[in-house]
């Protein structure tokens, strides 16, 4: 019973299998990269706040207690000090002010216009970083994918060697035709192909390592596949006009809101500080109480008594600031953010419209080639199989299998890189038509 729970307990804890839409799911939700994106947002939440508070109420309060002595009579007359012993008592008093500005002449409204837009451009900020993790992702999946589909080609082929020096050494020790040049080029051959096993299999480790960094997992974290080898491609390509990608990039990608928003925040803030030397307009009240019953409170009402006293009042004021240099400095500096935001716009104009080009050629080249690569891998097949039956017969020699396999061998790589660089192919052009990732996406 015991043996059964325990068993039962690894087989729950295991994680479950993802596709690449699972590990584009746990990254955007485990990213690093992709939360600091998202506490940007936050950050400029907070701004925004700060702004808005201006117009709420503010209270400032001072309370003390301190030691007194006695005092008696009034200001003038009668006066009467005693620092005995027994005439020290206390003196409590508390100073309150109220100030609820309510009017700042435009000032306060543009600094919450360019706290919002700003918001914006890291809201359009993160969904770019979601889109380049999920590219990023895209990337190390496939590559784990190329080095995992490598190793039974690169297998298959040591078991085809193995058994043609089994055979040559046979016909070696029988004087059959078989040289002592032929058995070493045929070892030369296995030792190869256990090198590249090697490199296949250390790339599958470093791939799912560098997967495991993009996804925001630790390095001892399990992650379980759906997919341990590249399919195969569709036999026809769907068309995708270019026009109609570079149509959906134009209203898609993210970077034109960052653009957008971020000009407006930038025409915003520089309104902000041009109106900073402007006043605010509040209604206030203030409030003093004082009580020291070692002091004789006094009636005269011209006459200010700090120490018995209640005080207050309302008051409709002005708040002004003045620092004219400081304001024209922050403005030109709002204004070349500005400037600085054309610049951007500018670039992205010009480079977007190359990256959805370059994707969409990438994905019909890699096609092609792969196509290409089917066949090749179909006639290397054949070679390698007529040539190990011939040298198996006498009537071949190790050269032509040592040459087919290597020929094989090739063509498989070649045809799983055309097949990744394909789907990386994919992946960049949705990058560069801005597809969002998050409604493309089933979390697991």
Known sequence: MTTF???????????????????????????????????????????LKQVESVYYPKIQTLFYVAPMFTVRG???????????????????????????????????????DAATHRMNVERARLQATEQSVALEVSRLYFLRLFAQSMVPAITHARDIIDKAIETAEHMHAKGQGVTTVDLAKLQYGKNELARHLRTAERGILVAEAALKHTMGLLPEDPLQFTENKLNPLPEILEARPLVTLLEEAASQRPEWAQLEQGKKAAIAWSLAEKRANFPVLFFGGQLQLGWAPTRDDTTNPYQFDPFNQIFGGVALGFMWGLDPALAKAKSLEADANAVEVDGLKRFADTGIPVQVIKAASDREQHFAAATDSHESVRYTRQWVTFASTAYDSGTADARDVLEGIVAHVQSKRTLYESIRDFNIAEAELAYAVGHDVQENNTKP
């Open 5 to 47: 729970i325990l068993a039962l307990l690894i087989l729950t804890s295991q994680p479950e299998p993802l596709d690449l839409k699972g590990c584009i799911a746990v990254a955007l939700r485990e990213s690093g990269t992709v939360q600091q994106a998202r506490a940007r947002i936050e950050i400029y939440k907070a701004r």
């Open 74 to 112: 009034d200001a003038t007359t009668n006066i009467e000090r005693k620092f005995g012993p027994g005439d020290w008592g206390p003196y409590t008093r508390l100073e309150a002010q109220f100030a609820w500005p309510f009017y700042s002449f435009g000032r306060v409204e543009a600094g919450k």
